[in-house]
């Protein structure tokens, strides 16, 4: 409607462009210029210059990006103790300017990759730098796991480096696999190749090349599966509406252990692909099946911590609780929280469906995504192999990888005496003895 609103605002500033230089915020009317709440920083120029030339150049505010040239040469070390301590001045005067815009300021959510060197070490130094500037504030990072068949040979060092920062310094994180990212793009092609999703496919949309034909599997199809990873939002109003700290408040009952499993349901909120509109209770037994999981797991047979049910859509109150009922029986909850669950409602649904849903889960079936990530990272450490591109930084040492798989295997650890307990006889905890 081209109206600034409280949704907008959430992740937006209007801007006035009448005025010289930033221009002032309006906070009601008509929409002049929208600038993203949003700090784009990378190494290695390229991604941002694409960006800048792309559709959504006039989305981003050129004074807050930050670039270098030559990439951090997928090493962890570079990213972190070099690019960090250069930048950080910068970094901090960038947040810090993008903070002072916010009215109530939620949390901060961090996108960065774990398989390079800027993703994983200058990623998670900005993590650390925003709990040394803003302690009170949440931080939200949304990781991609590199796959197996990764093509940086270096990504498992990067990986546990980084996952010792994120057990330290996050308060919550989404785990999203390359893999499962693939395989779901994939999953598309064929529903789209088989004709099952009906005839129309949107030309030039983000499923398709710009040929506007199908793309085929051999390309890499990155701008679909960022495009999955870019539709968690919780930033419109709704009967039931749940703030973003609420999700640490609920999910995560022990700090280490804030590792959230997501699930999304339909997968192309973008209404790219002409998908028949699910019904509503079919959507919520998608959101527990593997299929359409951003991590290669199995909650189902796995232990709940807790599980967080975030609709989208004309939603009833009552249907959540119907299907959470119904589900309830085929899922395993820790003993002490049988009822953990949270839920949020709201009322405006993605462009072209009818609703959505997002799962998020605190859920033991992490483990393996860790424990592989864990023997990559064993398999070059044995033989010490590229260990010296890392040592000769500044300030890097080698009981910095000590340390940082002994992190990794504390935090398996603890998954462990979790999942000891499944299974085991539901105890009701002791209730005080009031003598009389």
């Given at each position: 409607?081209?109206i600034y609103?409280e949704?907008?605002s959430?992740f937006?500033?209007?801007i006035d462009?009448?005025?010289?230089?930033d221009?002032?915020?309006?906070y009601?009317?008509k929409?002049?210029?929208?600038k993203?709440?949003a700090?784009?920083?990378?190494?290695?120029?390229g991604?941002?210059?694409?960006?800048?030339q792309g559709?959504?150049r006039d989305?981003f505010d050129s004074?807050?990006l930050i670039?270098d040239?030559?990439g951090?040469?997928?090493n962890?070390?570079?990213g972190?103790k070099?690019?960090g301590?250069q930048?950080?001045?910068?970094?901090?005067?960038?947040?810090r300017?993008?903070?002072?815009?916010c009215?109530?300021?939620?949390?901060f959510?961090?996108?960065?990759?774990?398989?390079?060197g800027t993703?994983?070490g200058l990623g998670?130094?900005?993590?650390k730098?925003?709990?040394?500037?803003?302690?009170?504030?949440y931080r939200?990072?949304?990781s991609v796991?590199?796959?197996g068949?990764d093509d940086v040979i270096t990504?498992?060092?990067?990986s546990?480096?980084?996952?010792?920062?994120?057990?330290?310094?996050?308060d919550?994180?989404?785990p999203?696999?390359n893999?499962?990212?693939f395989d779901?793009?994939?999953?598309?092609?064929?529903?789209?190749?088989?004709?099952?999703?009906?005839?129309?496919?949107?030309?030039n949309s983000?499923?398709?090349s710009?040929a506007?034909?199908?793309?085929t599997?051999q390309?890499?199809?990155?701008?679909?599966?960022?495009?999955?990873?870019?539709?968690?939002?919780a930033?419109f109003?709704g009967s039931?509406n749940m703030?973003?700290?609420?999700i640490s408040?609920?999910?995560?009952?022990?700090?280490r252990?804030?590792y959230?499993v997501?699930?999304l349901?339909p997968l192309y909120?973008?209404?790219d692909?002409?998908?028949?509109?699910r019904?509503?209770d079919?959507?919520?037994s998608?959101?527990?099946?593997?299929d359409?999981?951003?991590?290669q797991?199995?909650?189902?047979?796995?232990?709940?911590l807790?599980?967080a049910l975030l609709?989208?859509?004309n939603?009833?109150?009552?249907?959540?609780?119907?299907n959470i009922?119904?589900?309830?029986?085929?899922l395993?909850?820790?003993s002490?929280?049988?009822?953990?669950?949270k839920t949020?409602?709201?009322?405006?649904p993605p462009v072209?469906?009818?609703?959505?849903?997002l799962?998020?889960?605190?859920?033991?079936c992490?483990?393996p995504?860790?424990?592989?990530l864990k023997?990559?990272?064993?398999?070059?450490?044995?033989?010490?192999?590229?260990?010296?591109?890392?040592?000769h930084i500044?300030g890097?040492?080698?009981?910095?990888f000590s340390?940082?798989?002994?992190s990794?295997?504390d935090?398996?650890?603890?998954?462990?005496?979790?999942?000891?307990t499944?299974g085991g006889?539901r105890?009701d905890?002791l209730?005080l003895k009031?003598?009389?």
């Amino acid at each position: 409607k081209g109206i600034y609103d409280e949704a907008l605002s959430s992740f937006f500033r209007n801007i006035d462009t009448r005025s010289g230089g930033d221009g002032p915020d309006i906070y009601k009317g008509k929409i002049c210029s929208l600038k993203a709440r949003a700090l784009l920083i990378d190494m290695e120029e390229g991604v941002v210059n694409e960006i800048l030339q792309g559709p959504l150049r006039d989305v981003f505010d050129s004074k807050q990006l930050i670039t270098d040239v030559s990439g951090s040469g997928n090493n962890w070390a570079v990213g972190h103790k070099l690019y960090g301590y250069q930048y950080r001045e910068n970094i901090v005067e960038k947040l810090r300017k993008t903070a002072e815009h916010c009215d109530c300021l939620q949390c901060f959510f961090i996108i960065h990759s774990m398989g390079g060197g800027t993703g994983s070490g200058l990623g998670t130094f900005v993590l650390k730098l925003l709990e040394d500037e803003f302690p009170e504030v949440y931080r939200f990072v949304t990781s991609v796991y590199p796959s197996g068949e990764d093509d940086v040979i270096t990504s498992p060092y990067n990986s546990v480096l980084a996952m010792k920062e994120l057990n330290e310094h996050a308060d919550c994180v989404l785990p999203i696999e390359n893999e499962s990212l693939f395989d779901i793009v994939n999953k598309i092609h064929q529903m789209i190749n088989s004709g099952k999703l009906g005839s129309t496919v949107k030309q030039n949309s983000l499923v398709t090349s710009s040929a506007g034909s199908a793309k085929t599997v051999q390309e890499k199809p990155f701008d679909a599966m960022n495009n999955i990873v870019a539709n968690f939002s919780a930033r419109f109003e709704g009967s039931l509406n749940m703030d973003l700290n609420e999700i640490s408040m609920n999910l995560v009952p022990f700090p280490r252990l804030h590792y959230l499993v997501s699930s999304l349901t339909p997968l192309y909120t973008l209404a790219d692909v002409n998908v028949p509109s699910r019904r509503l209770d079919q959507m919520f037994s998608d959101a527990f099946s593997r299929d359409h999981q951003l991590i290669q797991a199995d909650p189902k047979h796995s232990l709940y911590l807790a599980c967080a049910l975030l609709v989208r859509g004309n939603v009833q109150v009552s249907d959540l609780r119907r299907n959470i009922e119904r589900l309830k029986p085929s899922l395993h909850f820790v003993s002490w929280n049988q009822e953990g669950w949270k839920t949020g409602l709201c009322s405006v649904p993605p462009v072209g469906h009818s609703h959505s849903l997002l799962a998020l889960a605190n859920n033991t079936c992490v483990k393996p995504t860790f424990i592989e990530l864990k023997d990559r990272f064993m398999k070059l450490y044995k033989k010490k192999a590229h260990l010296h591109h890392y040592l000769h930084i500044d300030g890097m040492e080698q009981s910095c990888f000590s340390e940082a798989i002994s992190s990794l295997s504390d935090l398996i650890e603890e998954y462990n005496e979790l999942d000891a307990t499944k299974g085991g006889p539901r105890t009701d905890p002791l209730r005080l003895k009031i003598a009389v």
